[in-house]
């Protein structure tokens, strides 16, 4: 039985590998060639507004008795022309929507729509961007975060929603805002670093298979798959794993500093209602009531940054996710 899981084992590390290289390559090919540029970028503006106004028109137009539907409808036009009249003019609310994975991979299209909202936001404007991010990598979370300080600085109201959840490099980004609204049940926080990685090193000596590494640089490399690994090793990982911890926590000190970084710095999560009790969000309510309840004064705008893909670039990038979430370790 041992026999056939080292077999296994051996067979599905090749495997990975066959297919982590062929993806390498093909993707290294139609970039050469200009395939995975797609077949056109652009920038999607709705009228979140207008989409409510004609959900209620619809149902108005269902449930009420014509003559009523009538003078609702009469009383709103009246309203409408009123208000043009005078020259009415609204704040806005841009709302931005934020799909994390491990790689935090929609960072490039982040950057492009927070660059077109600060290009025509003014005073009293305000962004929301409803975030869904589970965490990751350090880097690219925390240039995720890093866009929506440019917000902060810039003087426009952000808000961020978390309706399912922010935890780790989602909750990194979430902390920038100048408030936080958060569903009852949705995941906030584990504010913590965390690194795994596999290590074949003595099946490979049962097998008669050496691996040599060479480095320049004391810590150029510490732990890895296949070589042997020592408790210095384990230690300056440790030490860096720390580093990175307190990186984290001074980033929320600086935005949140009313949290007690020492209840919340656990890598625990809480949910909403948790959550606001220990300072982490500002409100228990989901986007959808936020956004109904800002109709009242705002004009919405759903602001979205669309990328054409091709078929087999679907698939090489959900290969490569795959591969990552085998494979990497996760903060």
């Known amino acids: 039985m041992t026999a056939a899981l080292i077999e296994y084992g051996l067979f599905l590390a090749k495997a990975l590998t066959f297919i982590f290289l062929v993806g390498a390559l093909l993707m290294t090919l139609l970039r050469a060639r200009g395939g995975l540029r797609g077949d056109g970028e652009r920038i999607e503006v709705s009228d979140l507004d207008g989409k409510y ?8 137009q269902a449930s009420l008795p014509k003559k009523v539907m009538a003078k609702v409808a009469k009383e709103e036009r009246k309203a409408a022309k009123k208000r043009a009249k005078a020259g009415e003019t609204r704040r806005r609310l841009f709302v ?17 729509l927070i660059t077109c909202v600060l290009m025509v936001a003014e005073a009293g404007d305000e962004l929301l961007v409803r975030i869904r991010n589970a965490g990751g990598t350090l880097p ?29 490099g989602g909750y990194l980004m979430a902390c920038v805002a100048d408030h936080i609204i958060a569903a009852p049940f949705a995941v906030v926080g584990s504010v913590g670093v965390v690194m795994q990685l596999p290590n074949f090193h003595r099946l490979l000596e049962r097998r008669g298979v050496d691996i040599e590494l060479h480095t320049a640089g004391e810590y150029k490399r510490t732990l890895t798959l296949f070589g042997e690994n020592s408790d210095a090793d384990r230690e300056k990982v440790r030490e860096q794993l720390e580093d990175v911890h307190q990186l984290f926590k001074g980033f929320i000190r600086e935005y949140r500093p009313q949290v007690d970084l020492d209840r919340i710095a656990t890598g625990e ?31 919405l705008y759903q602001v979205a940054y669309v990328v054409h ?11 490569h996710s795959g591969l990552l979430r085998a494979l990497s370790g996760r903060w």
Request: no cysteine.
């Open 53 to 60: 106004r004609e959900i209620a028109r619809v149902l108005k």
């Open 96 to 112: 931005i929507d934020f799909q994390g994975d491990i790689r935090a991979t929609e960072v490039a299209s982040l950057r492009e």
């Open 140 to 168: 690219e979370h925390g240039l995720a975060a890093s866009q929506l300080v440019r917000v902060r600085r810039s003087g426009v109201r952000l808000a961020v929603a978390v309706d399912e959840v922010a935890a780790s």
């Open 269 to 299: 999560y809480w949910h909403g209602t948790q959550a606001l009790d220990l300072g982490l969000v500002d409100a228990v309510e989901t986007s959808d009531e936020y956004l109904l309840r800002a109709r009242a004064e705002a004009a």
């Open 309 to 319: 893909k091709r078929p087999l670039e679907r698939l090489l990038a959900a290969m």
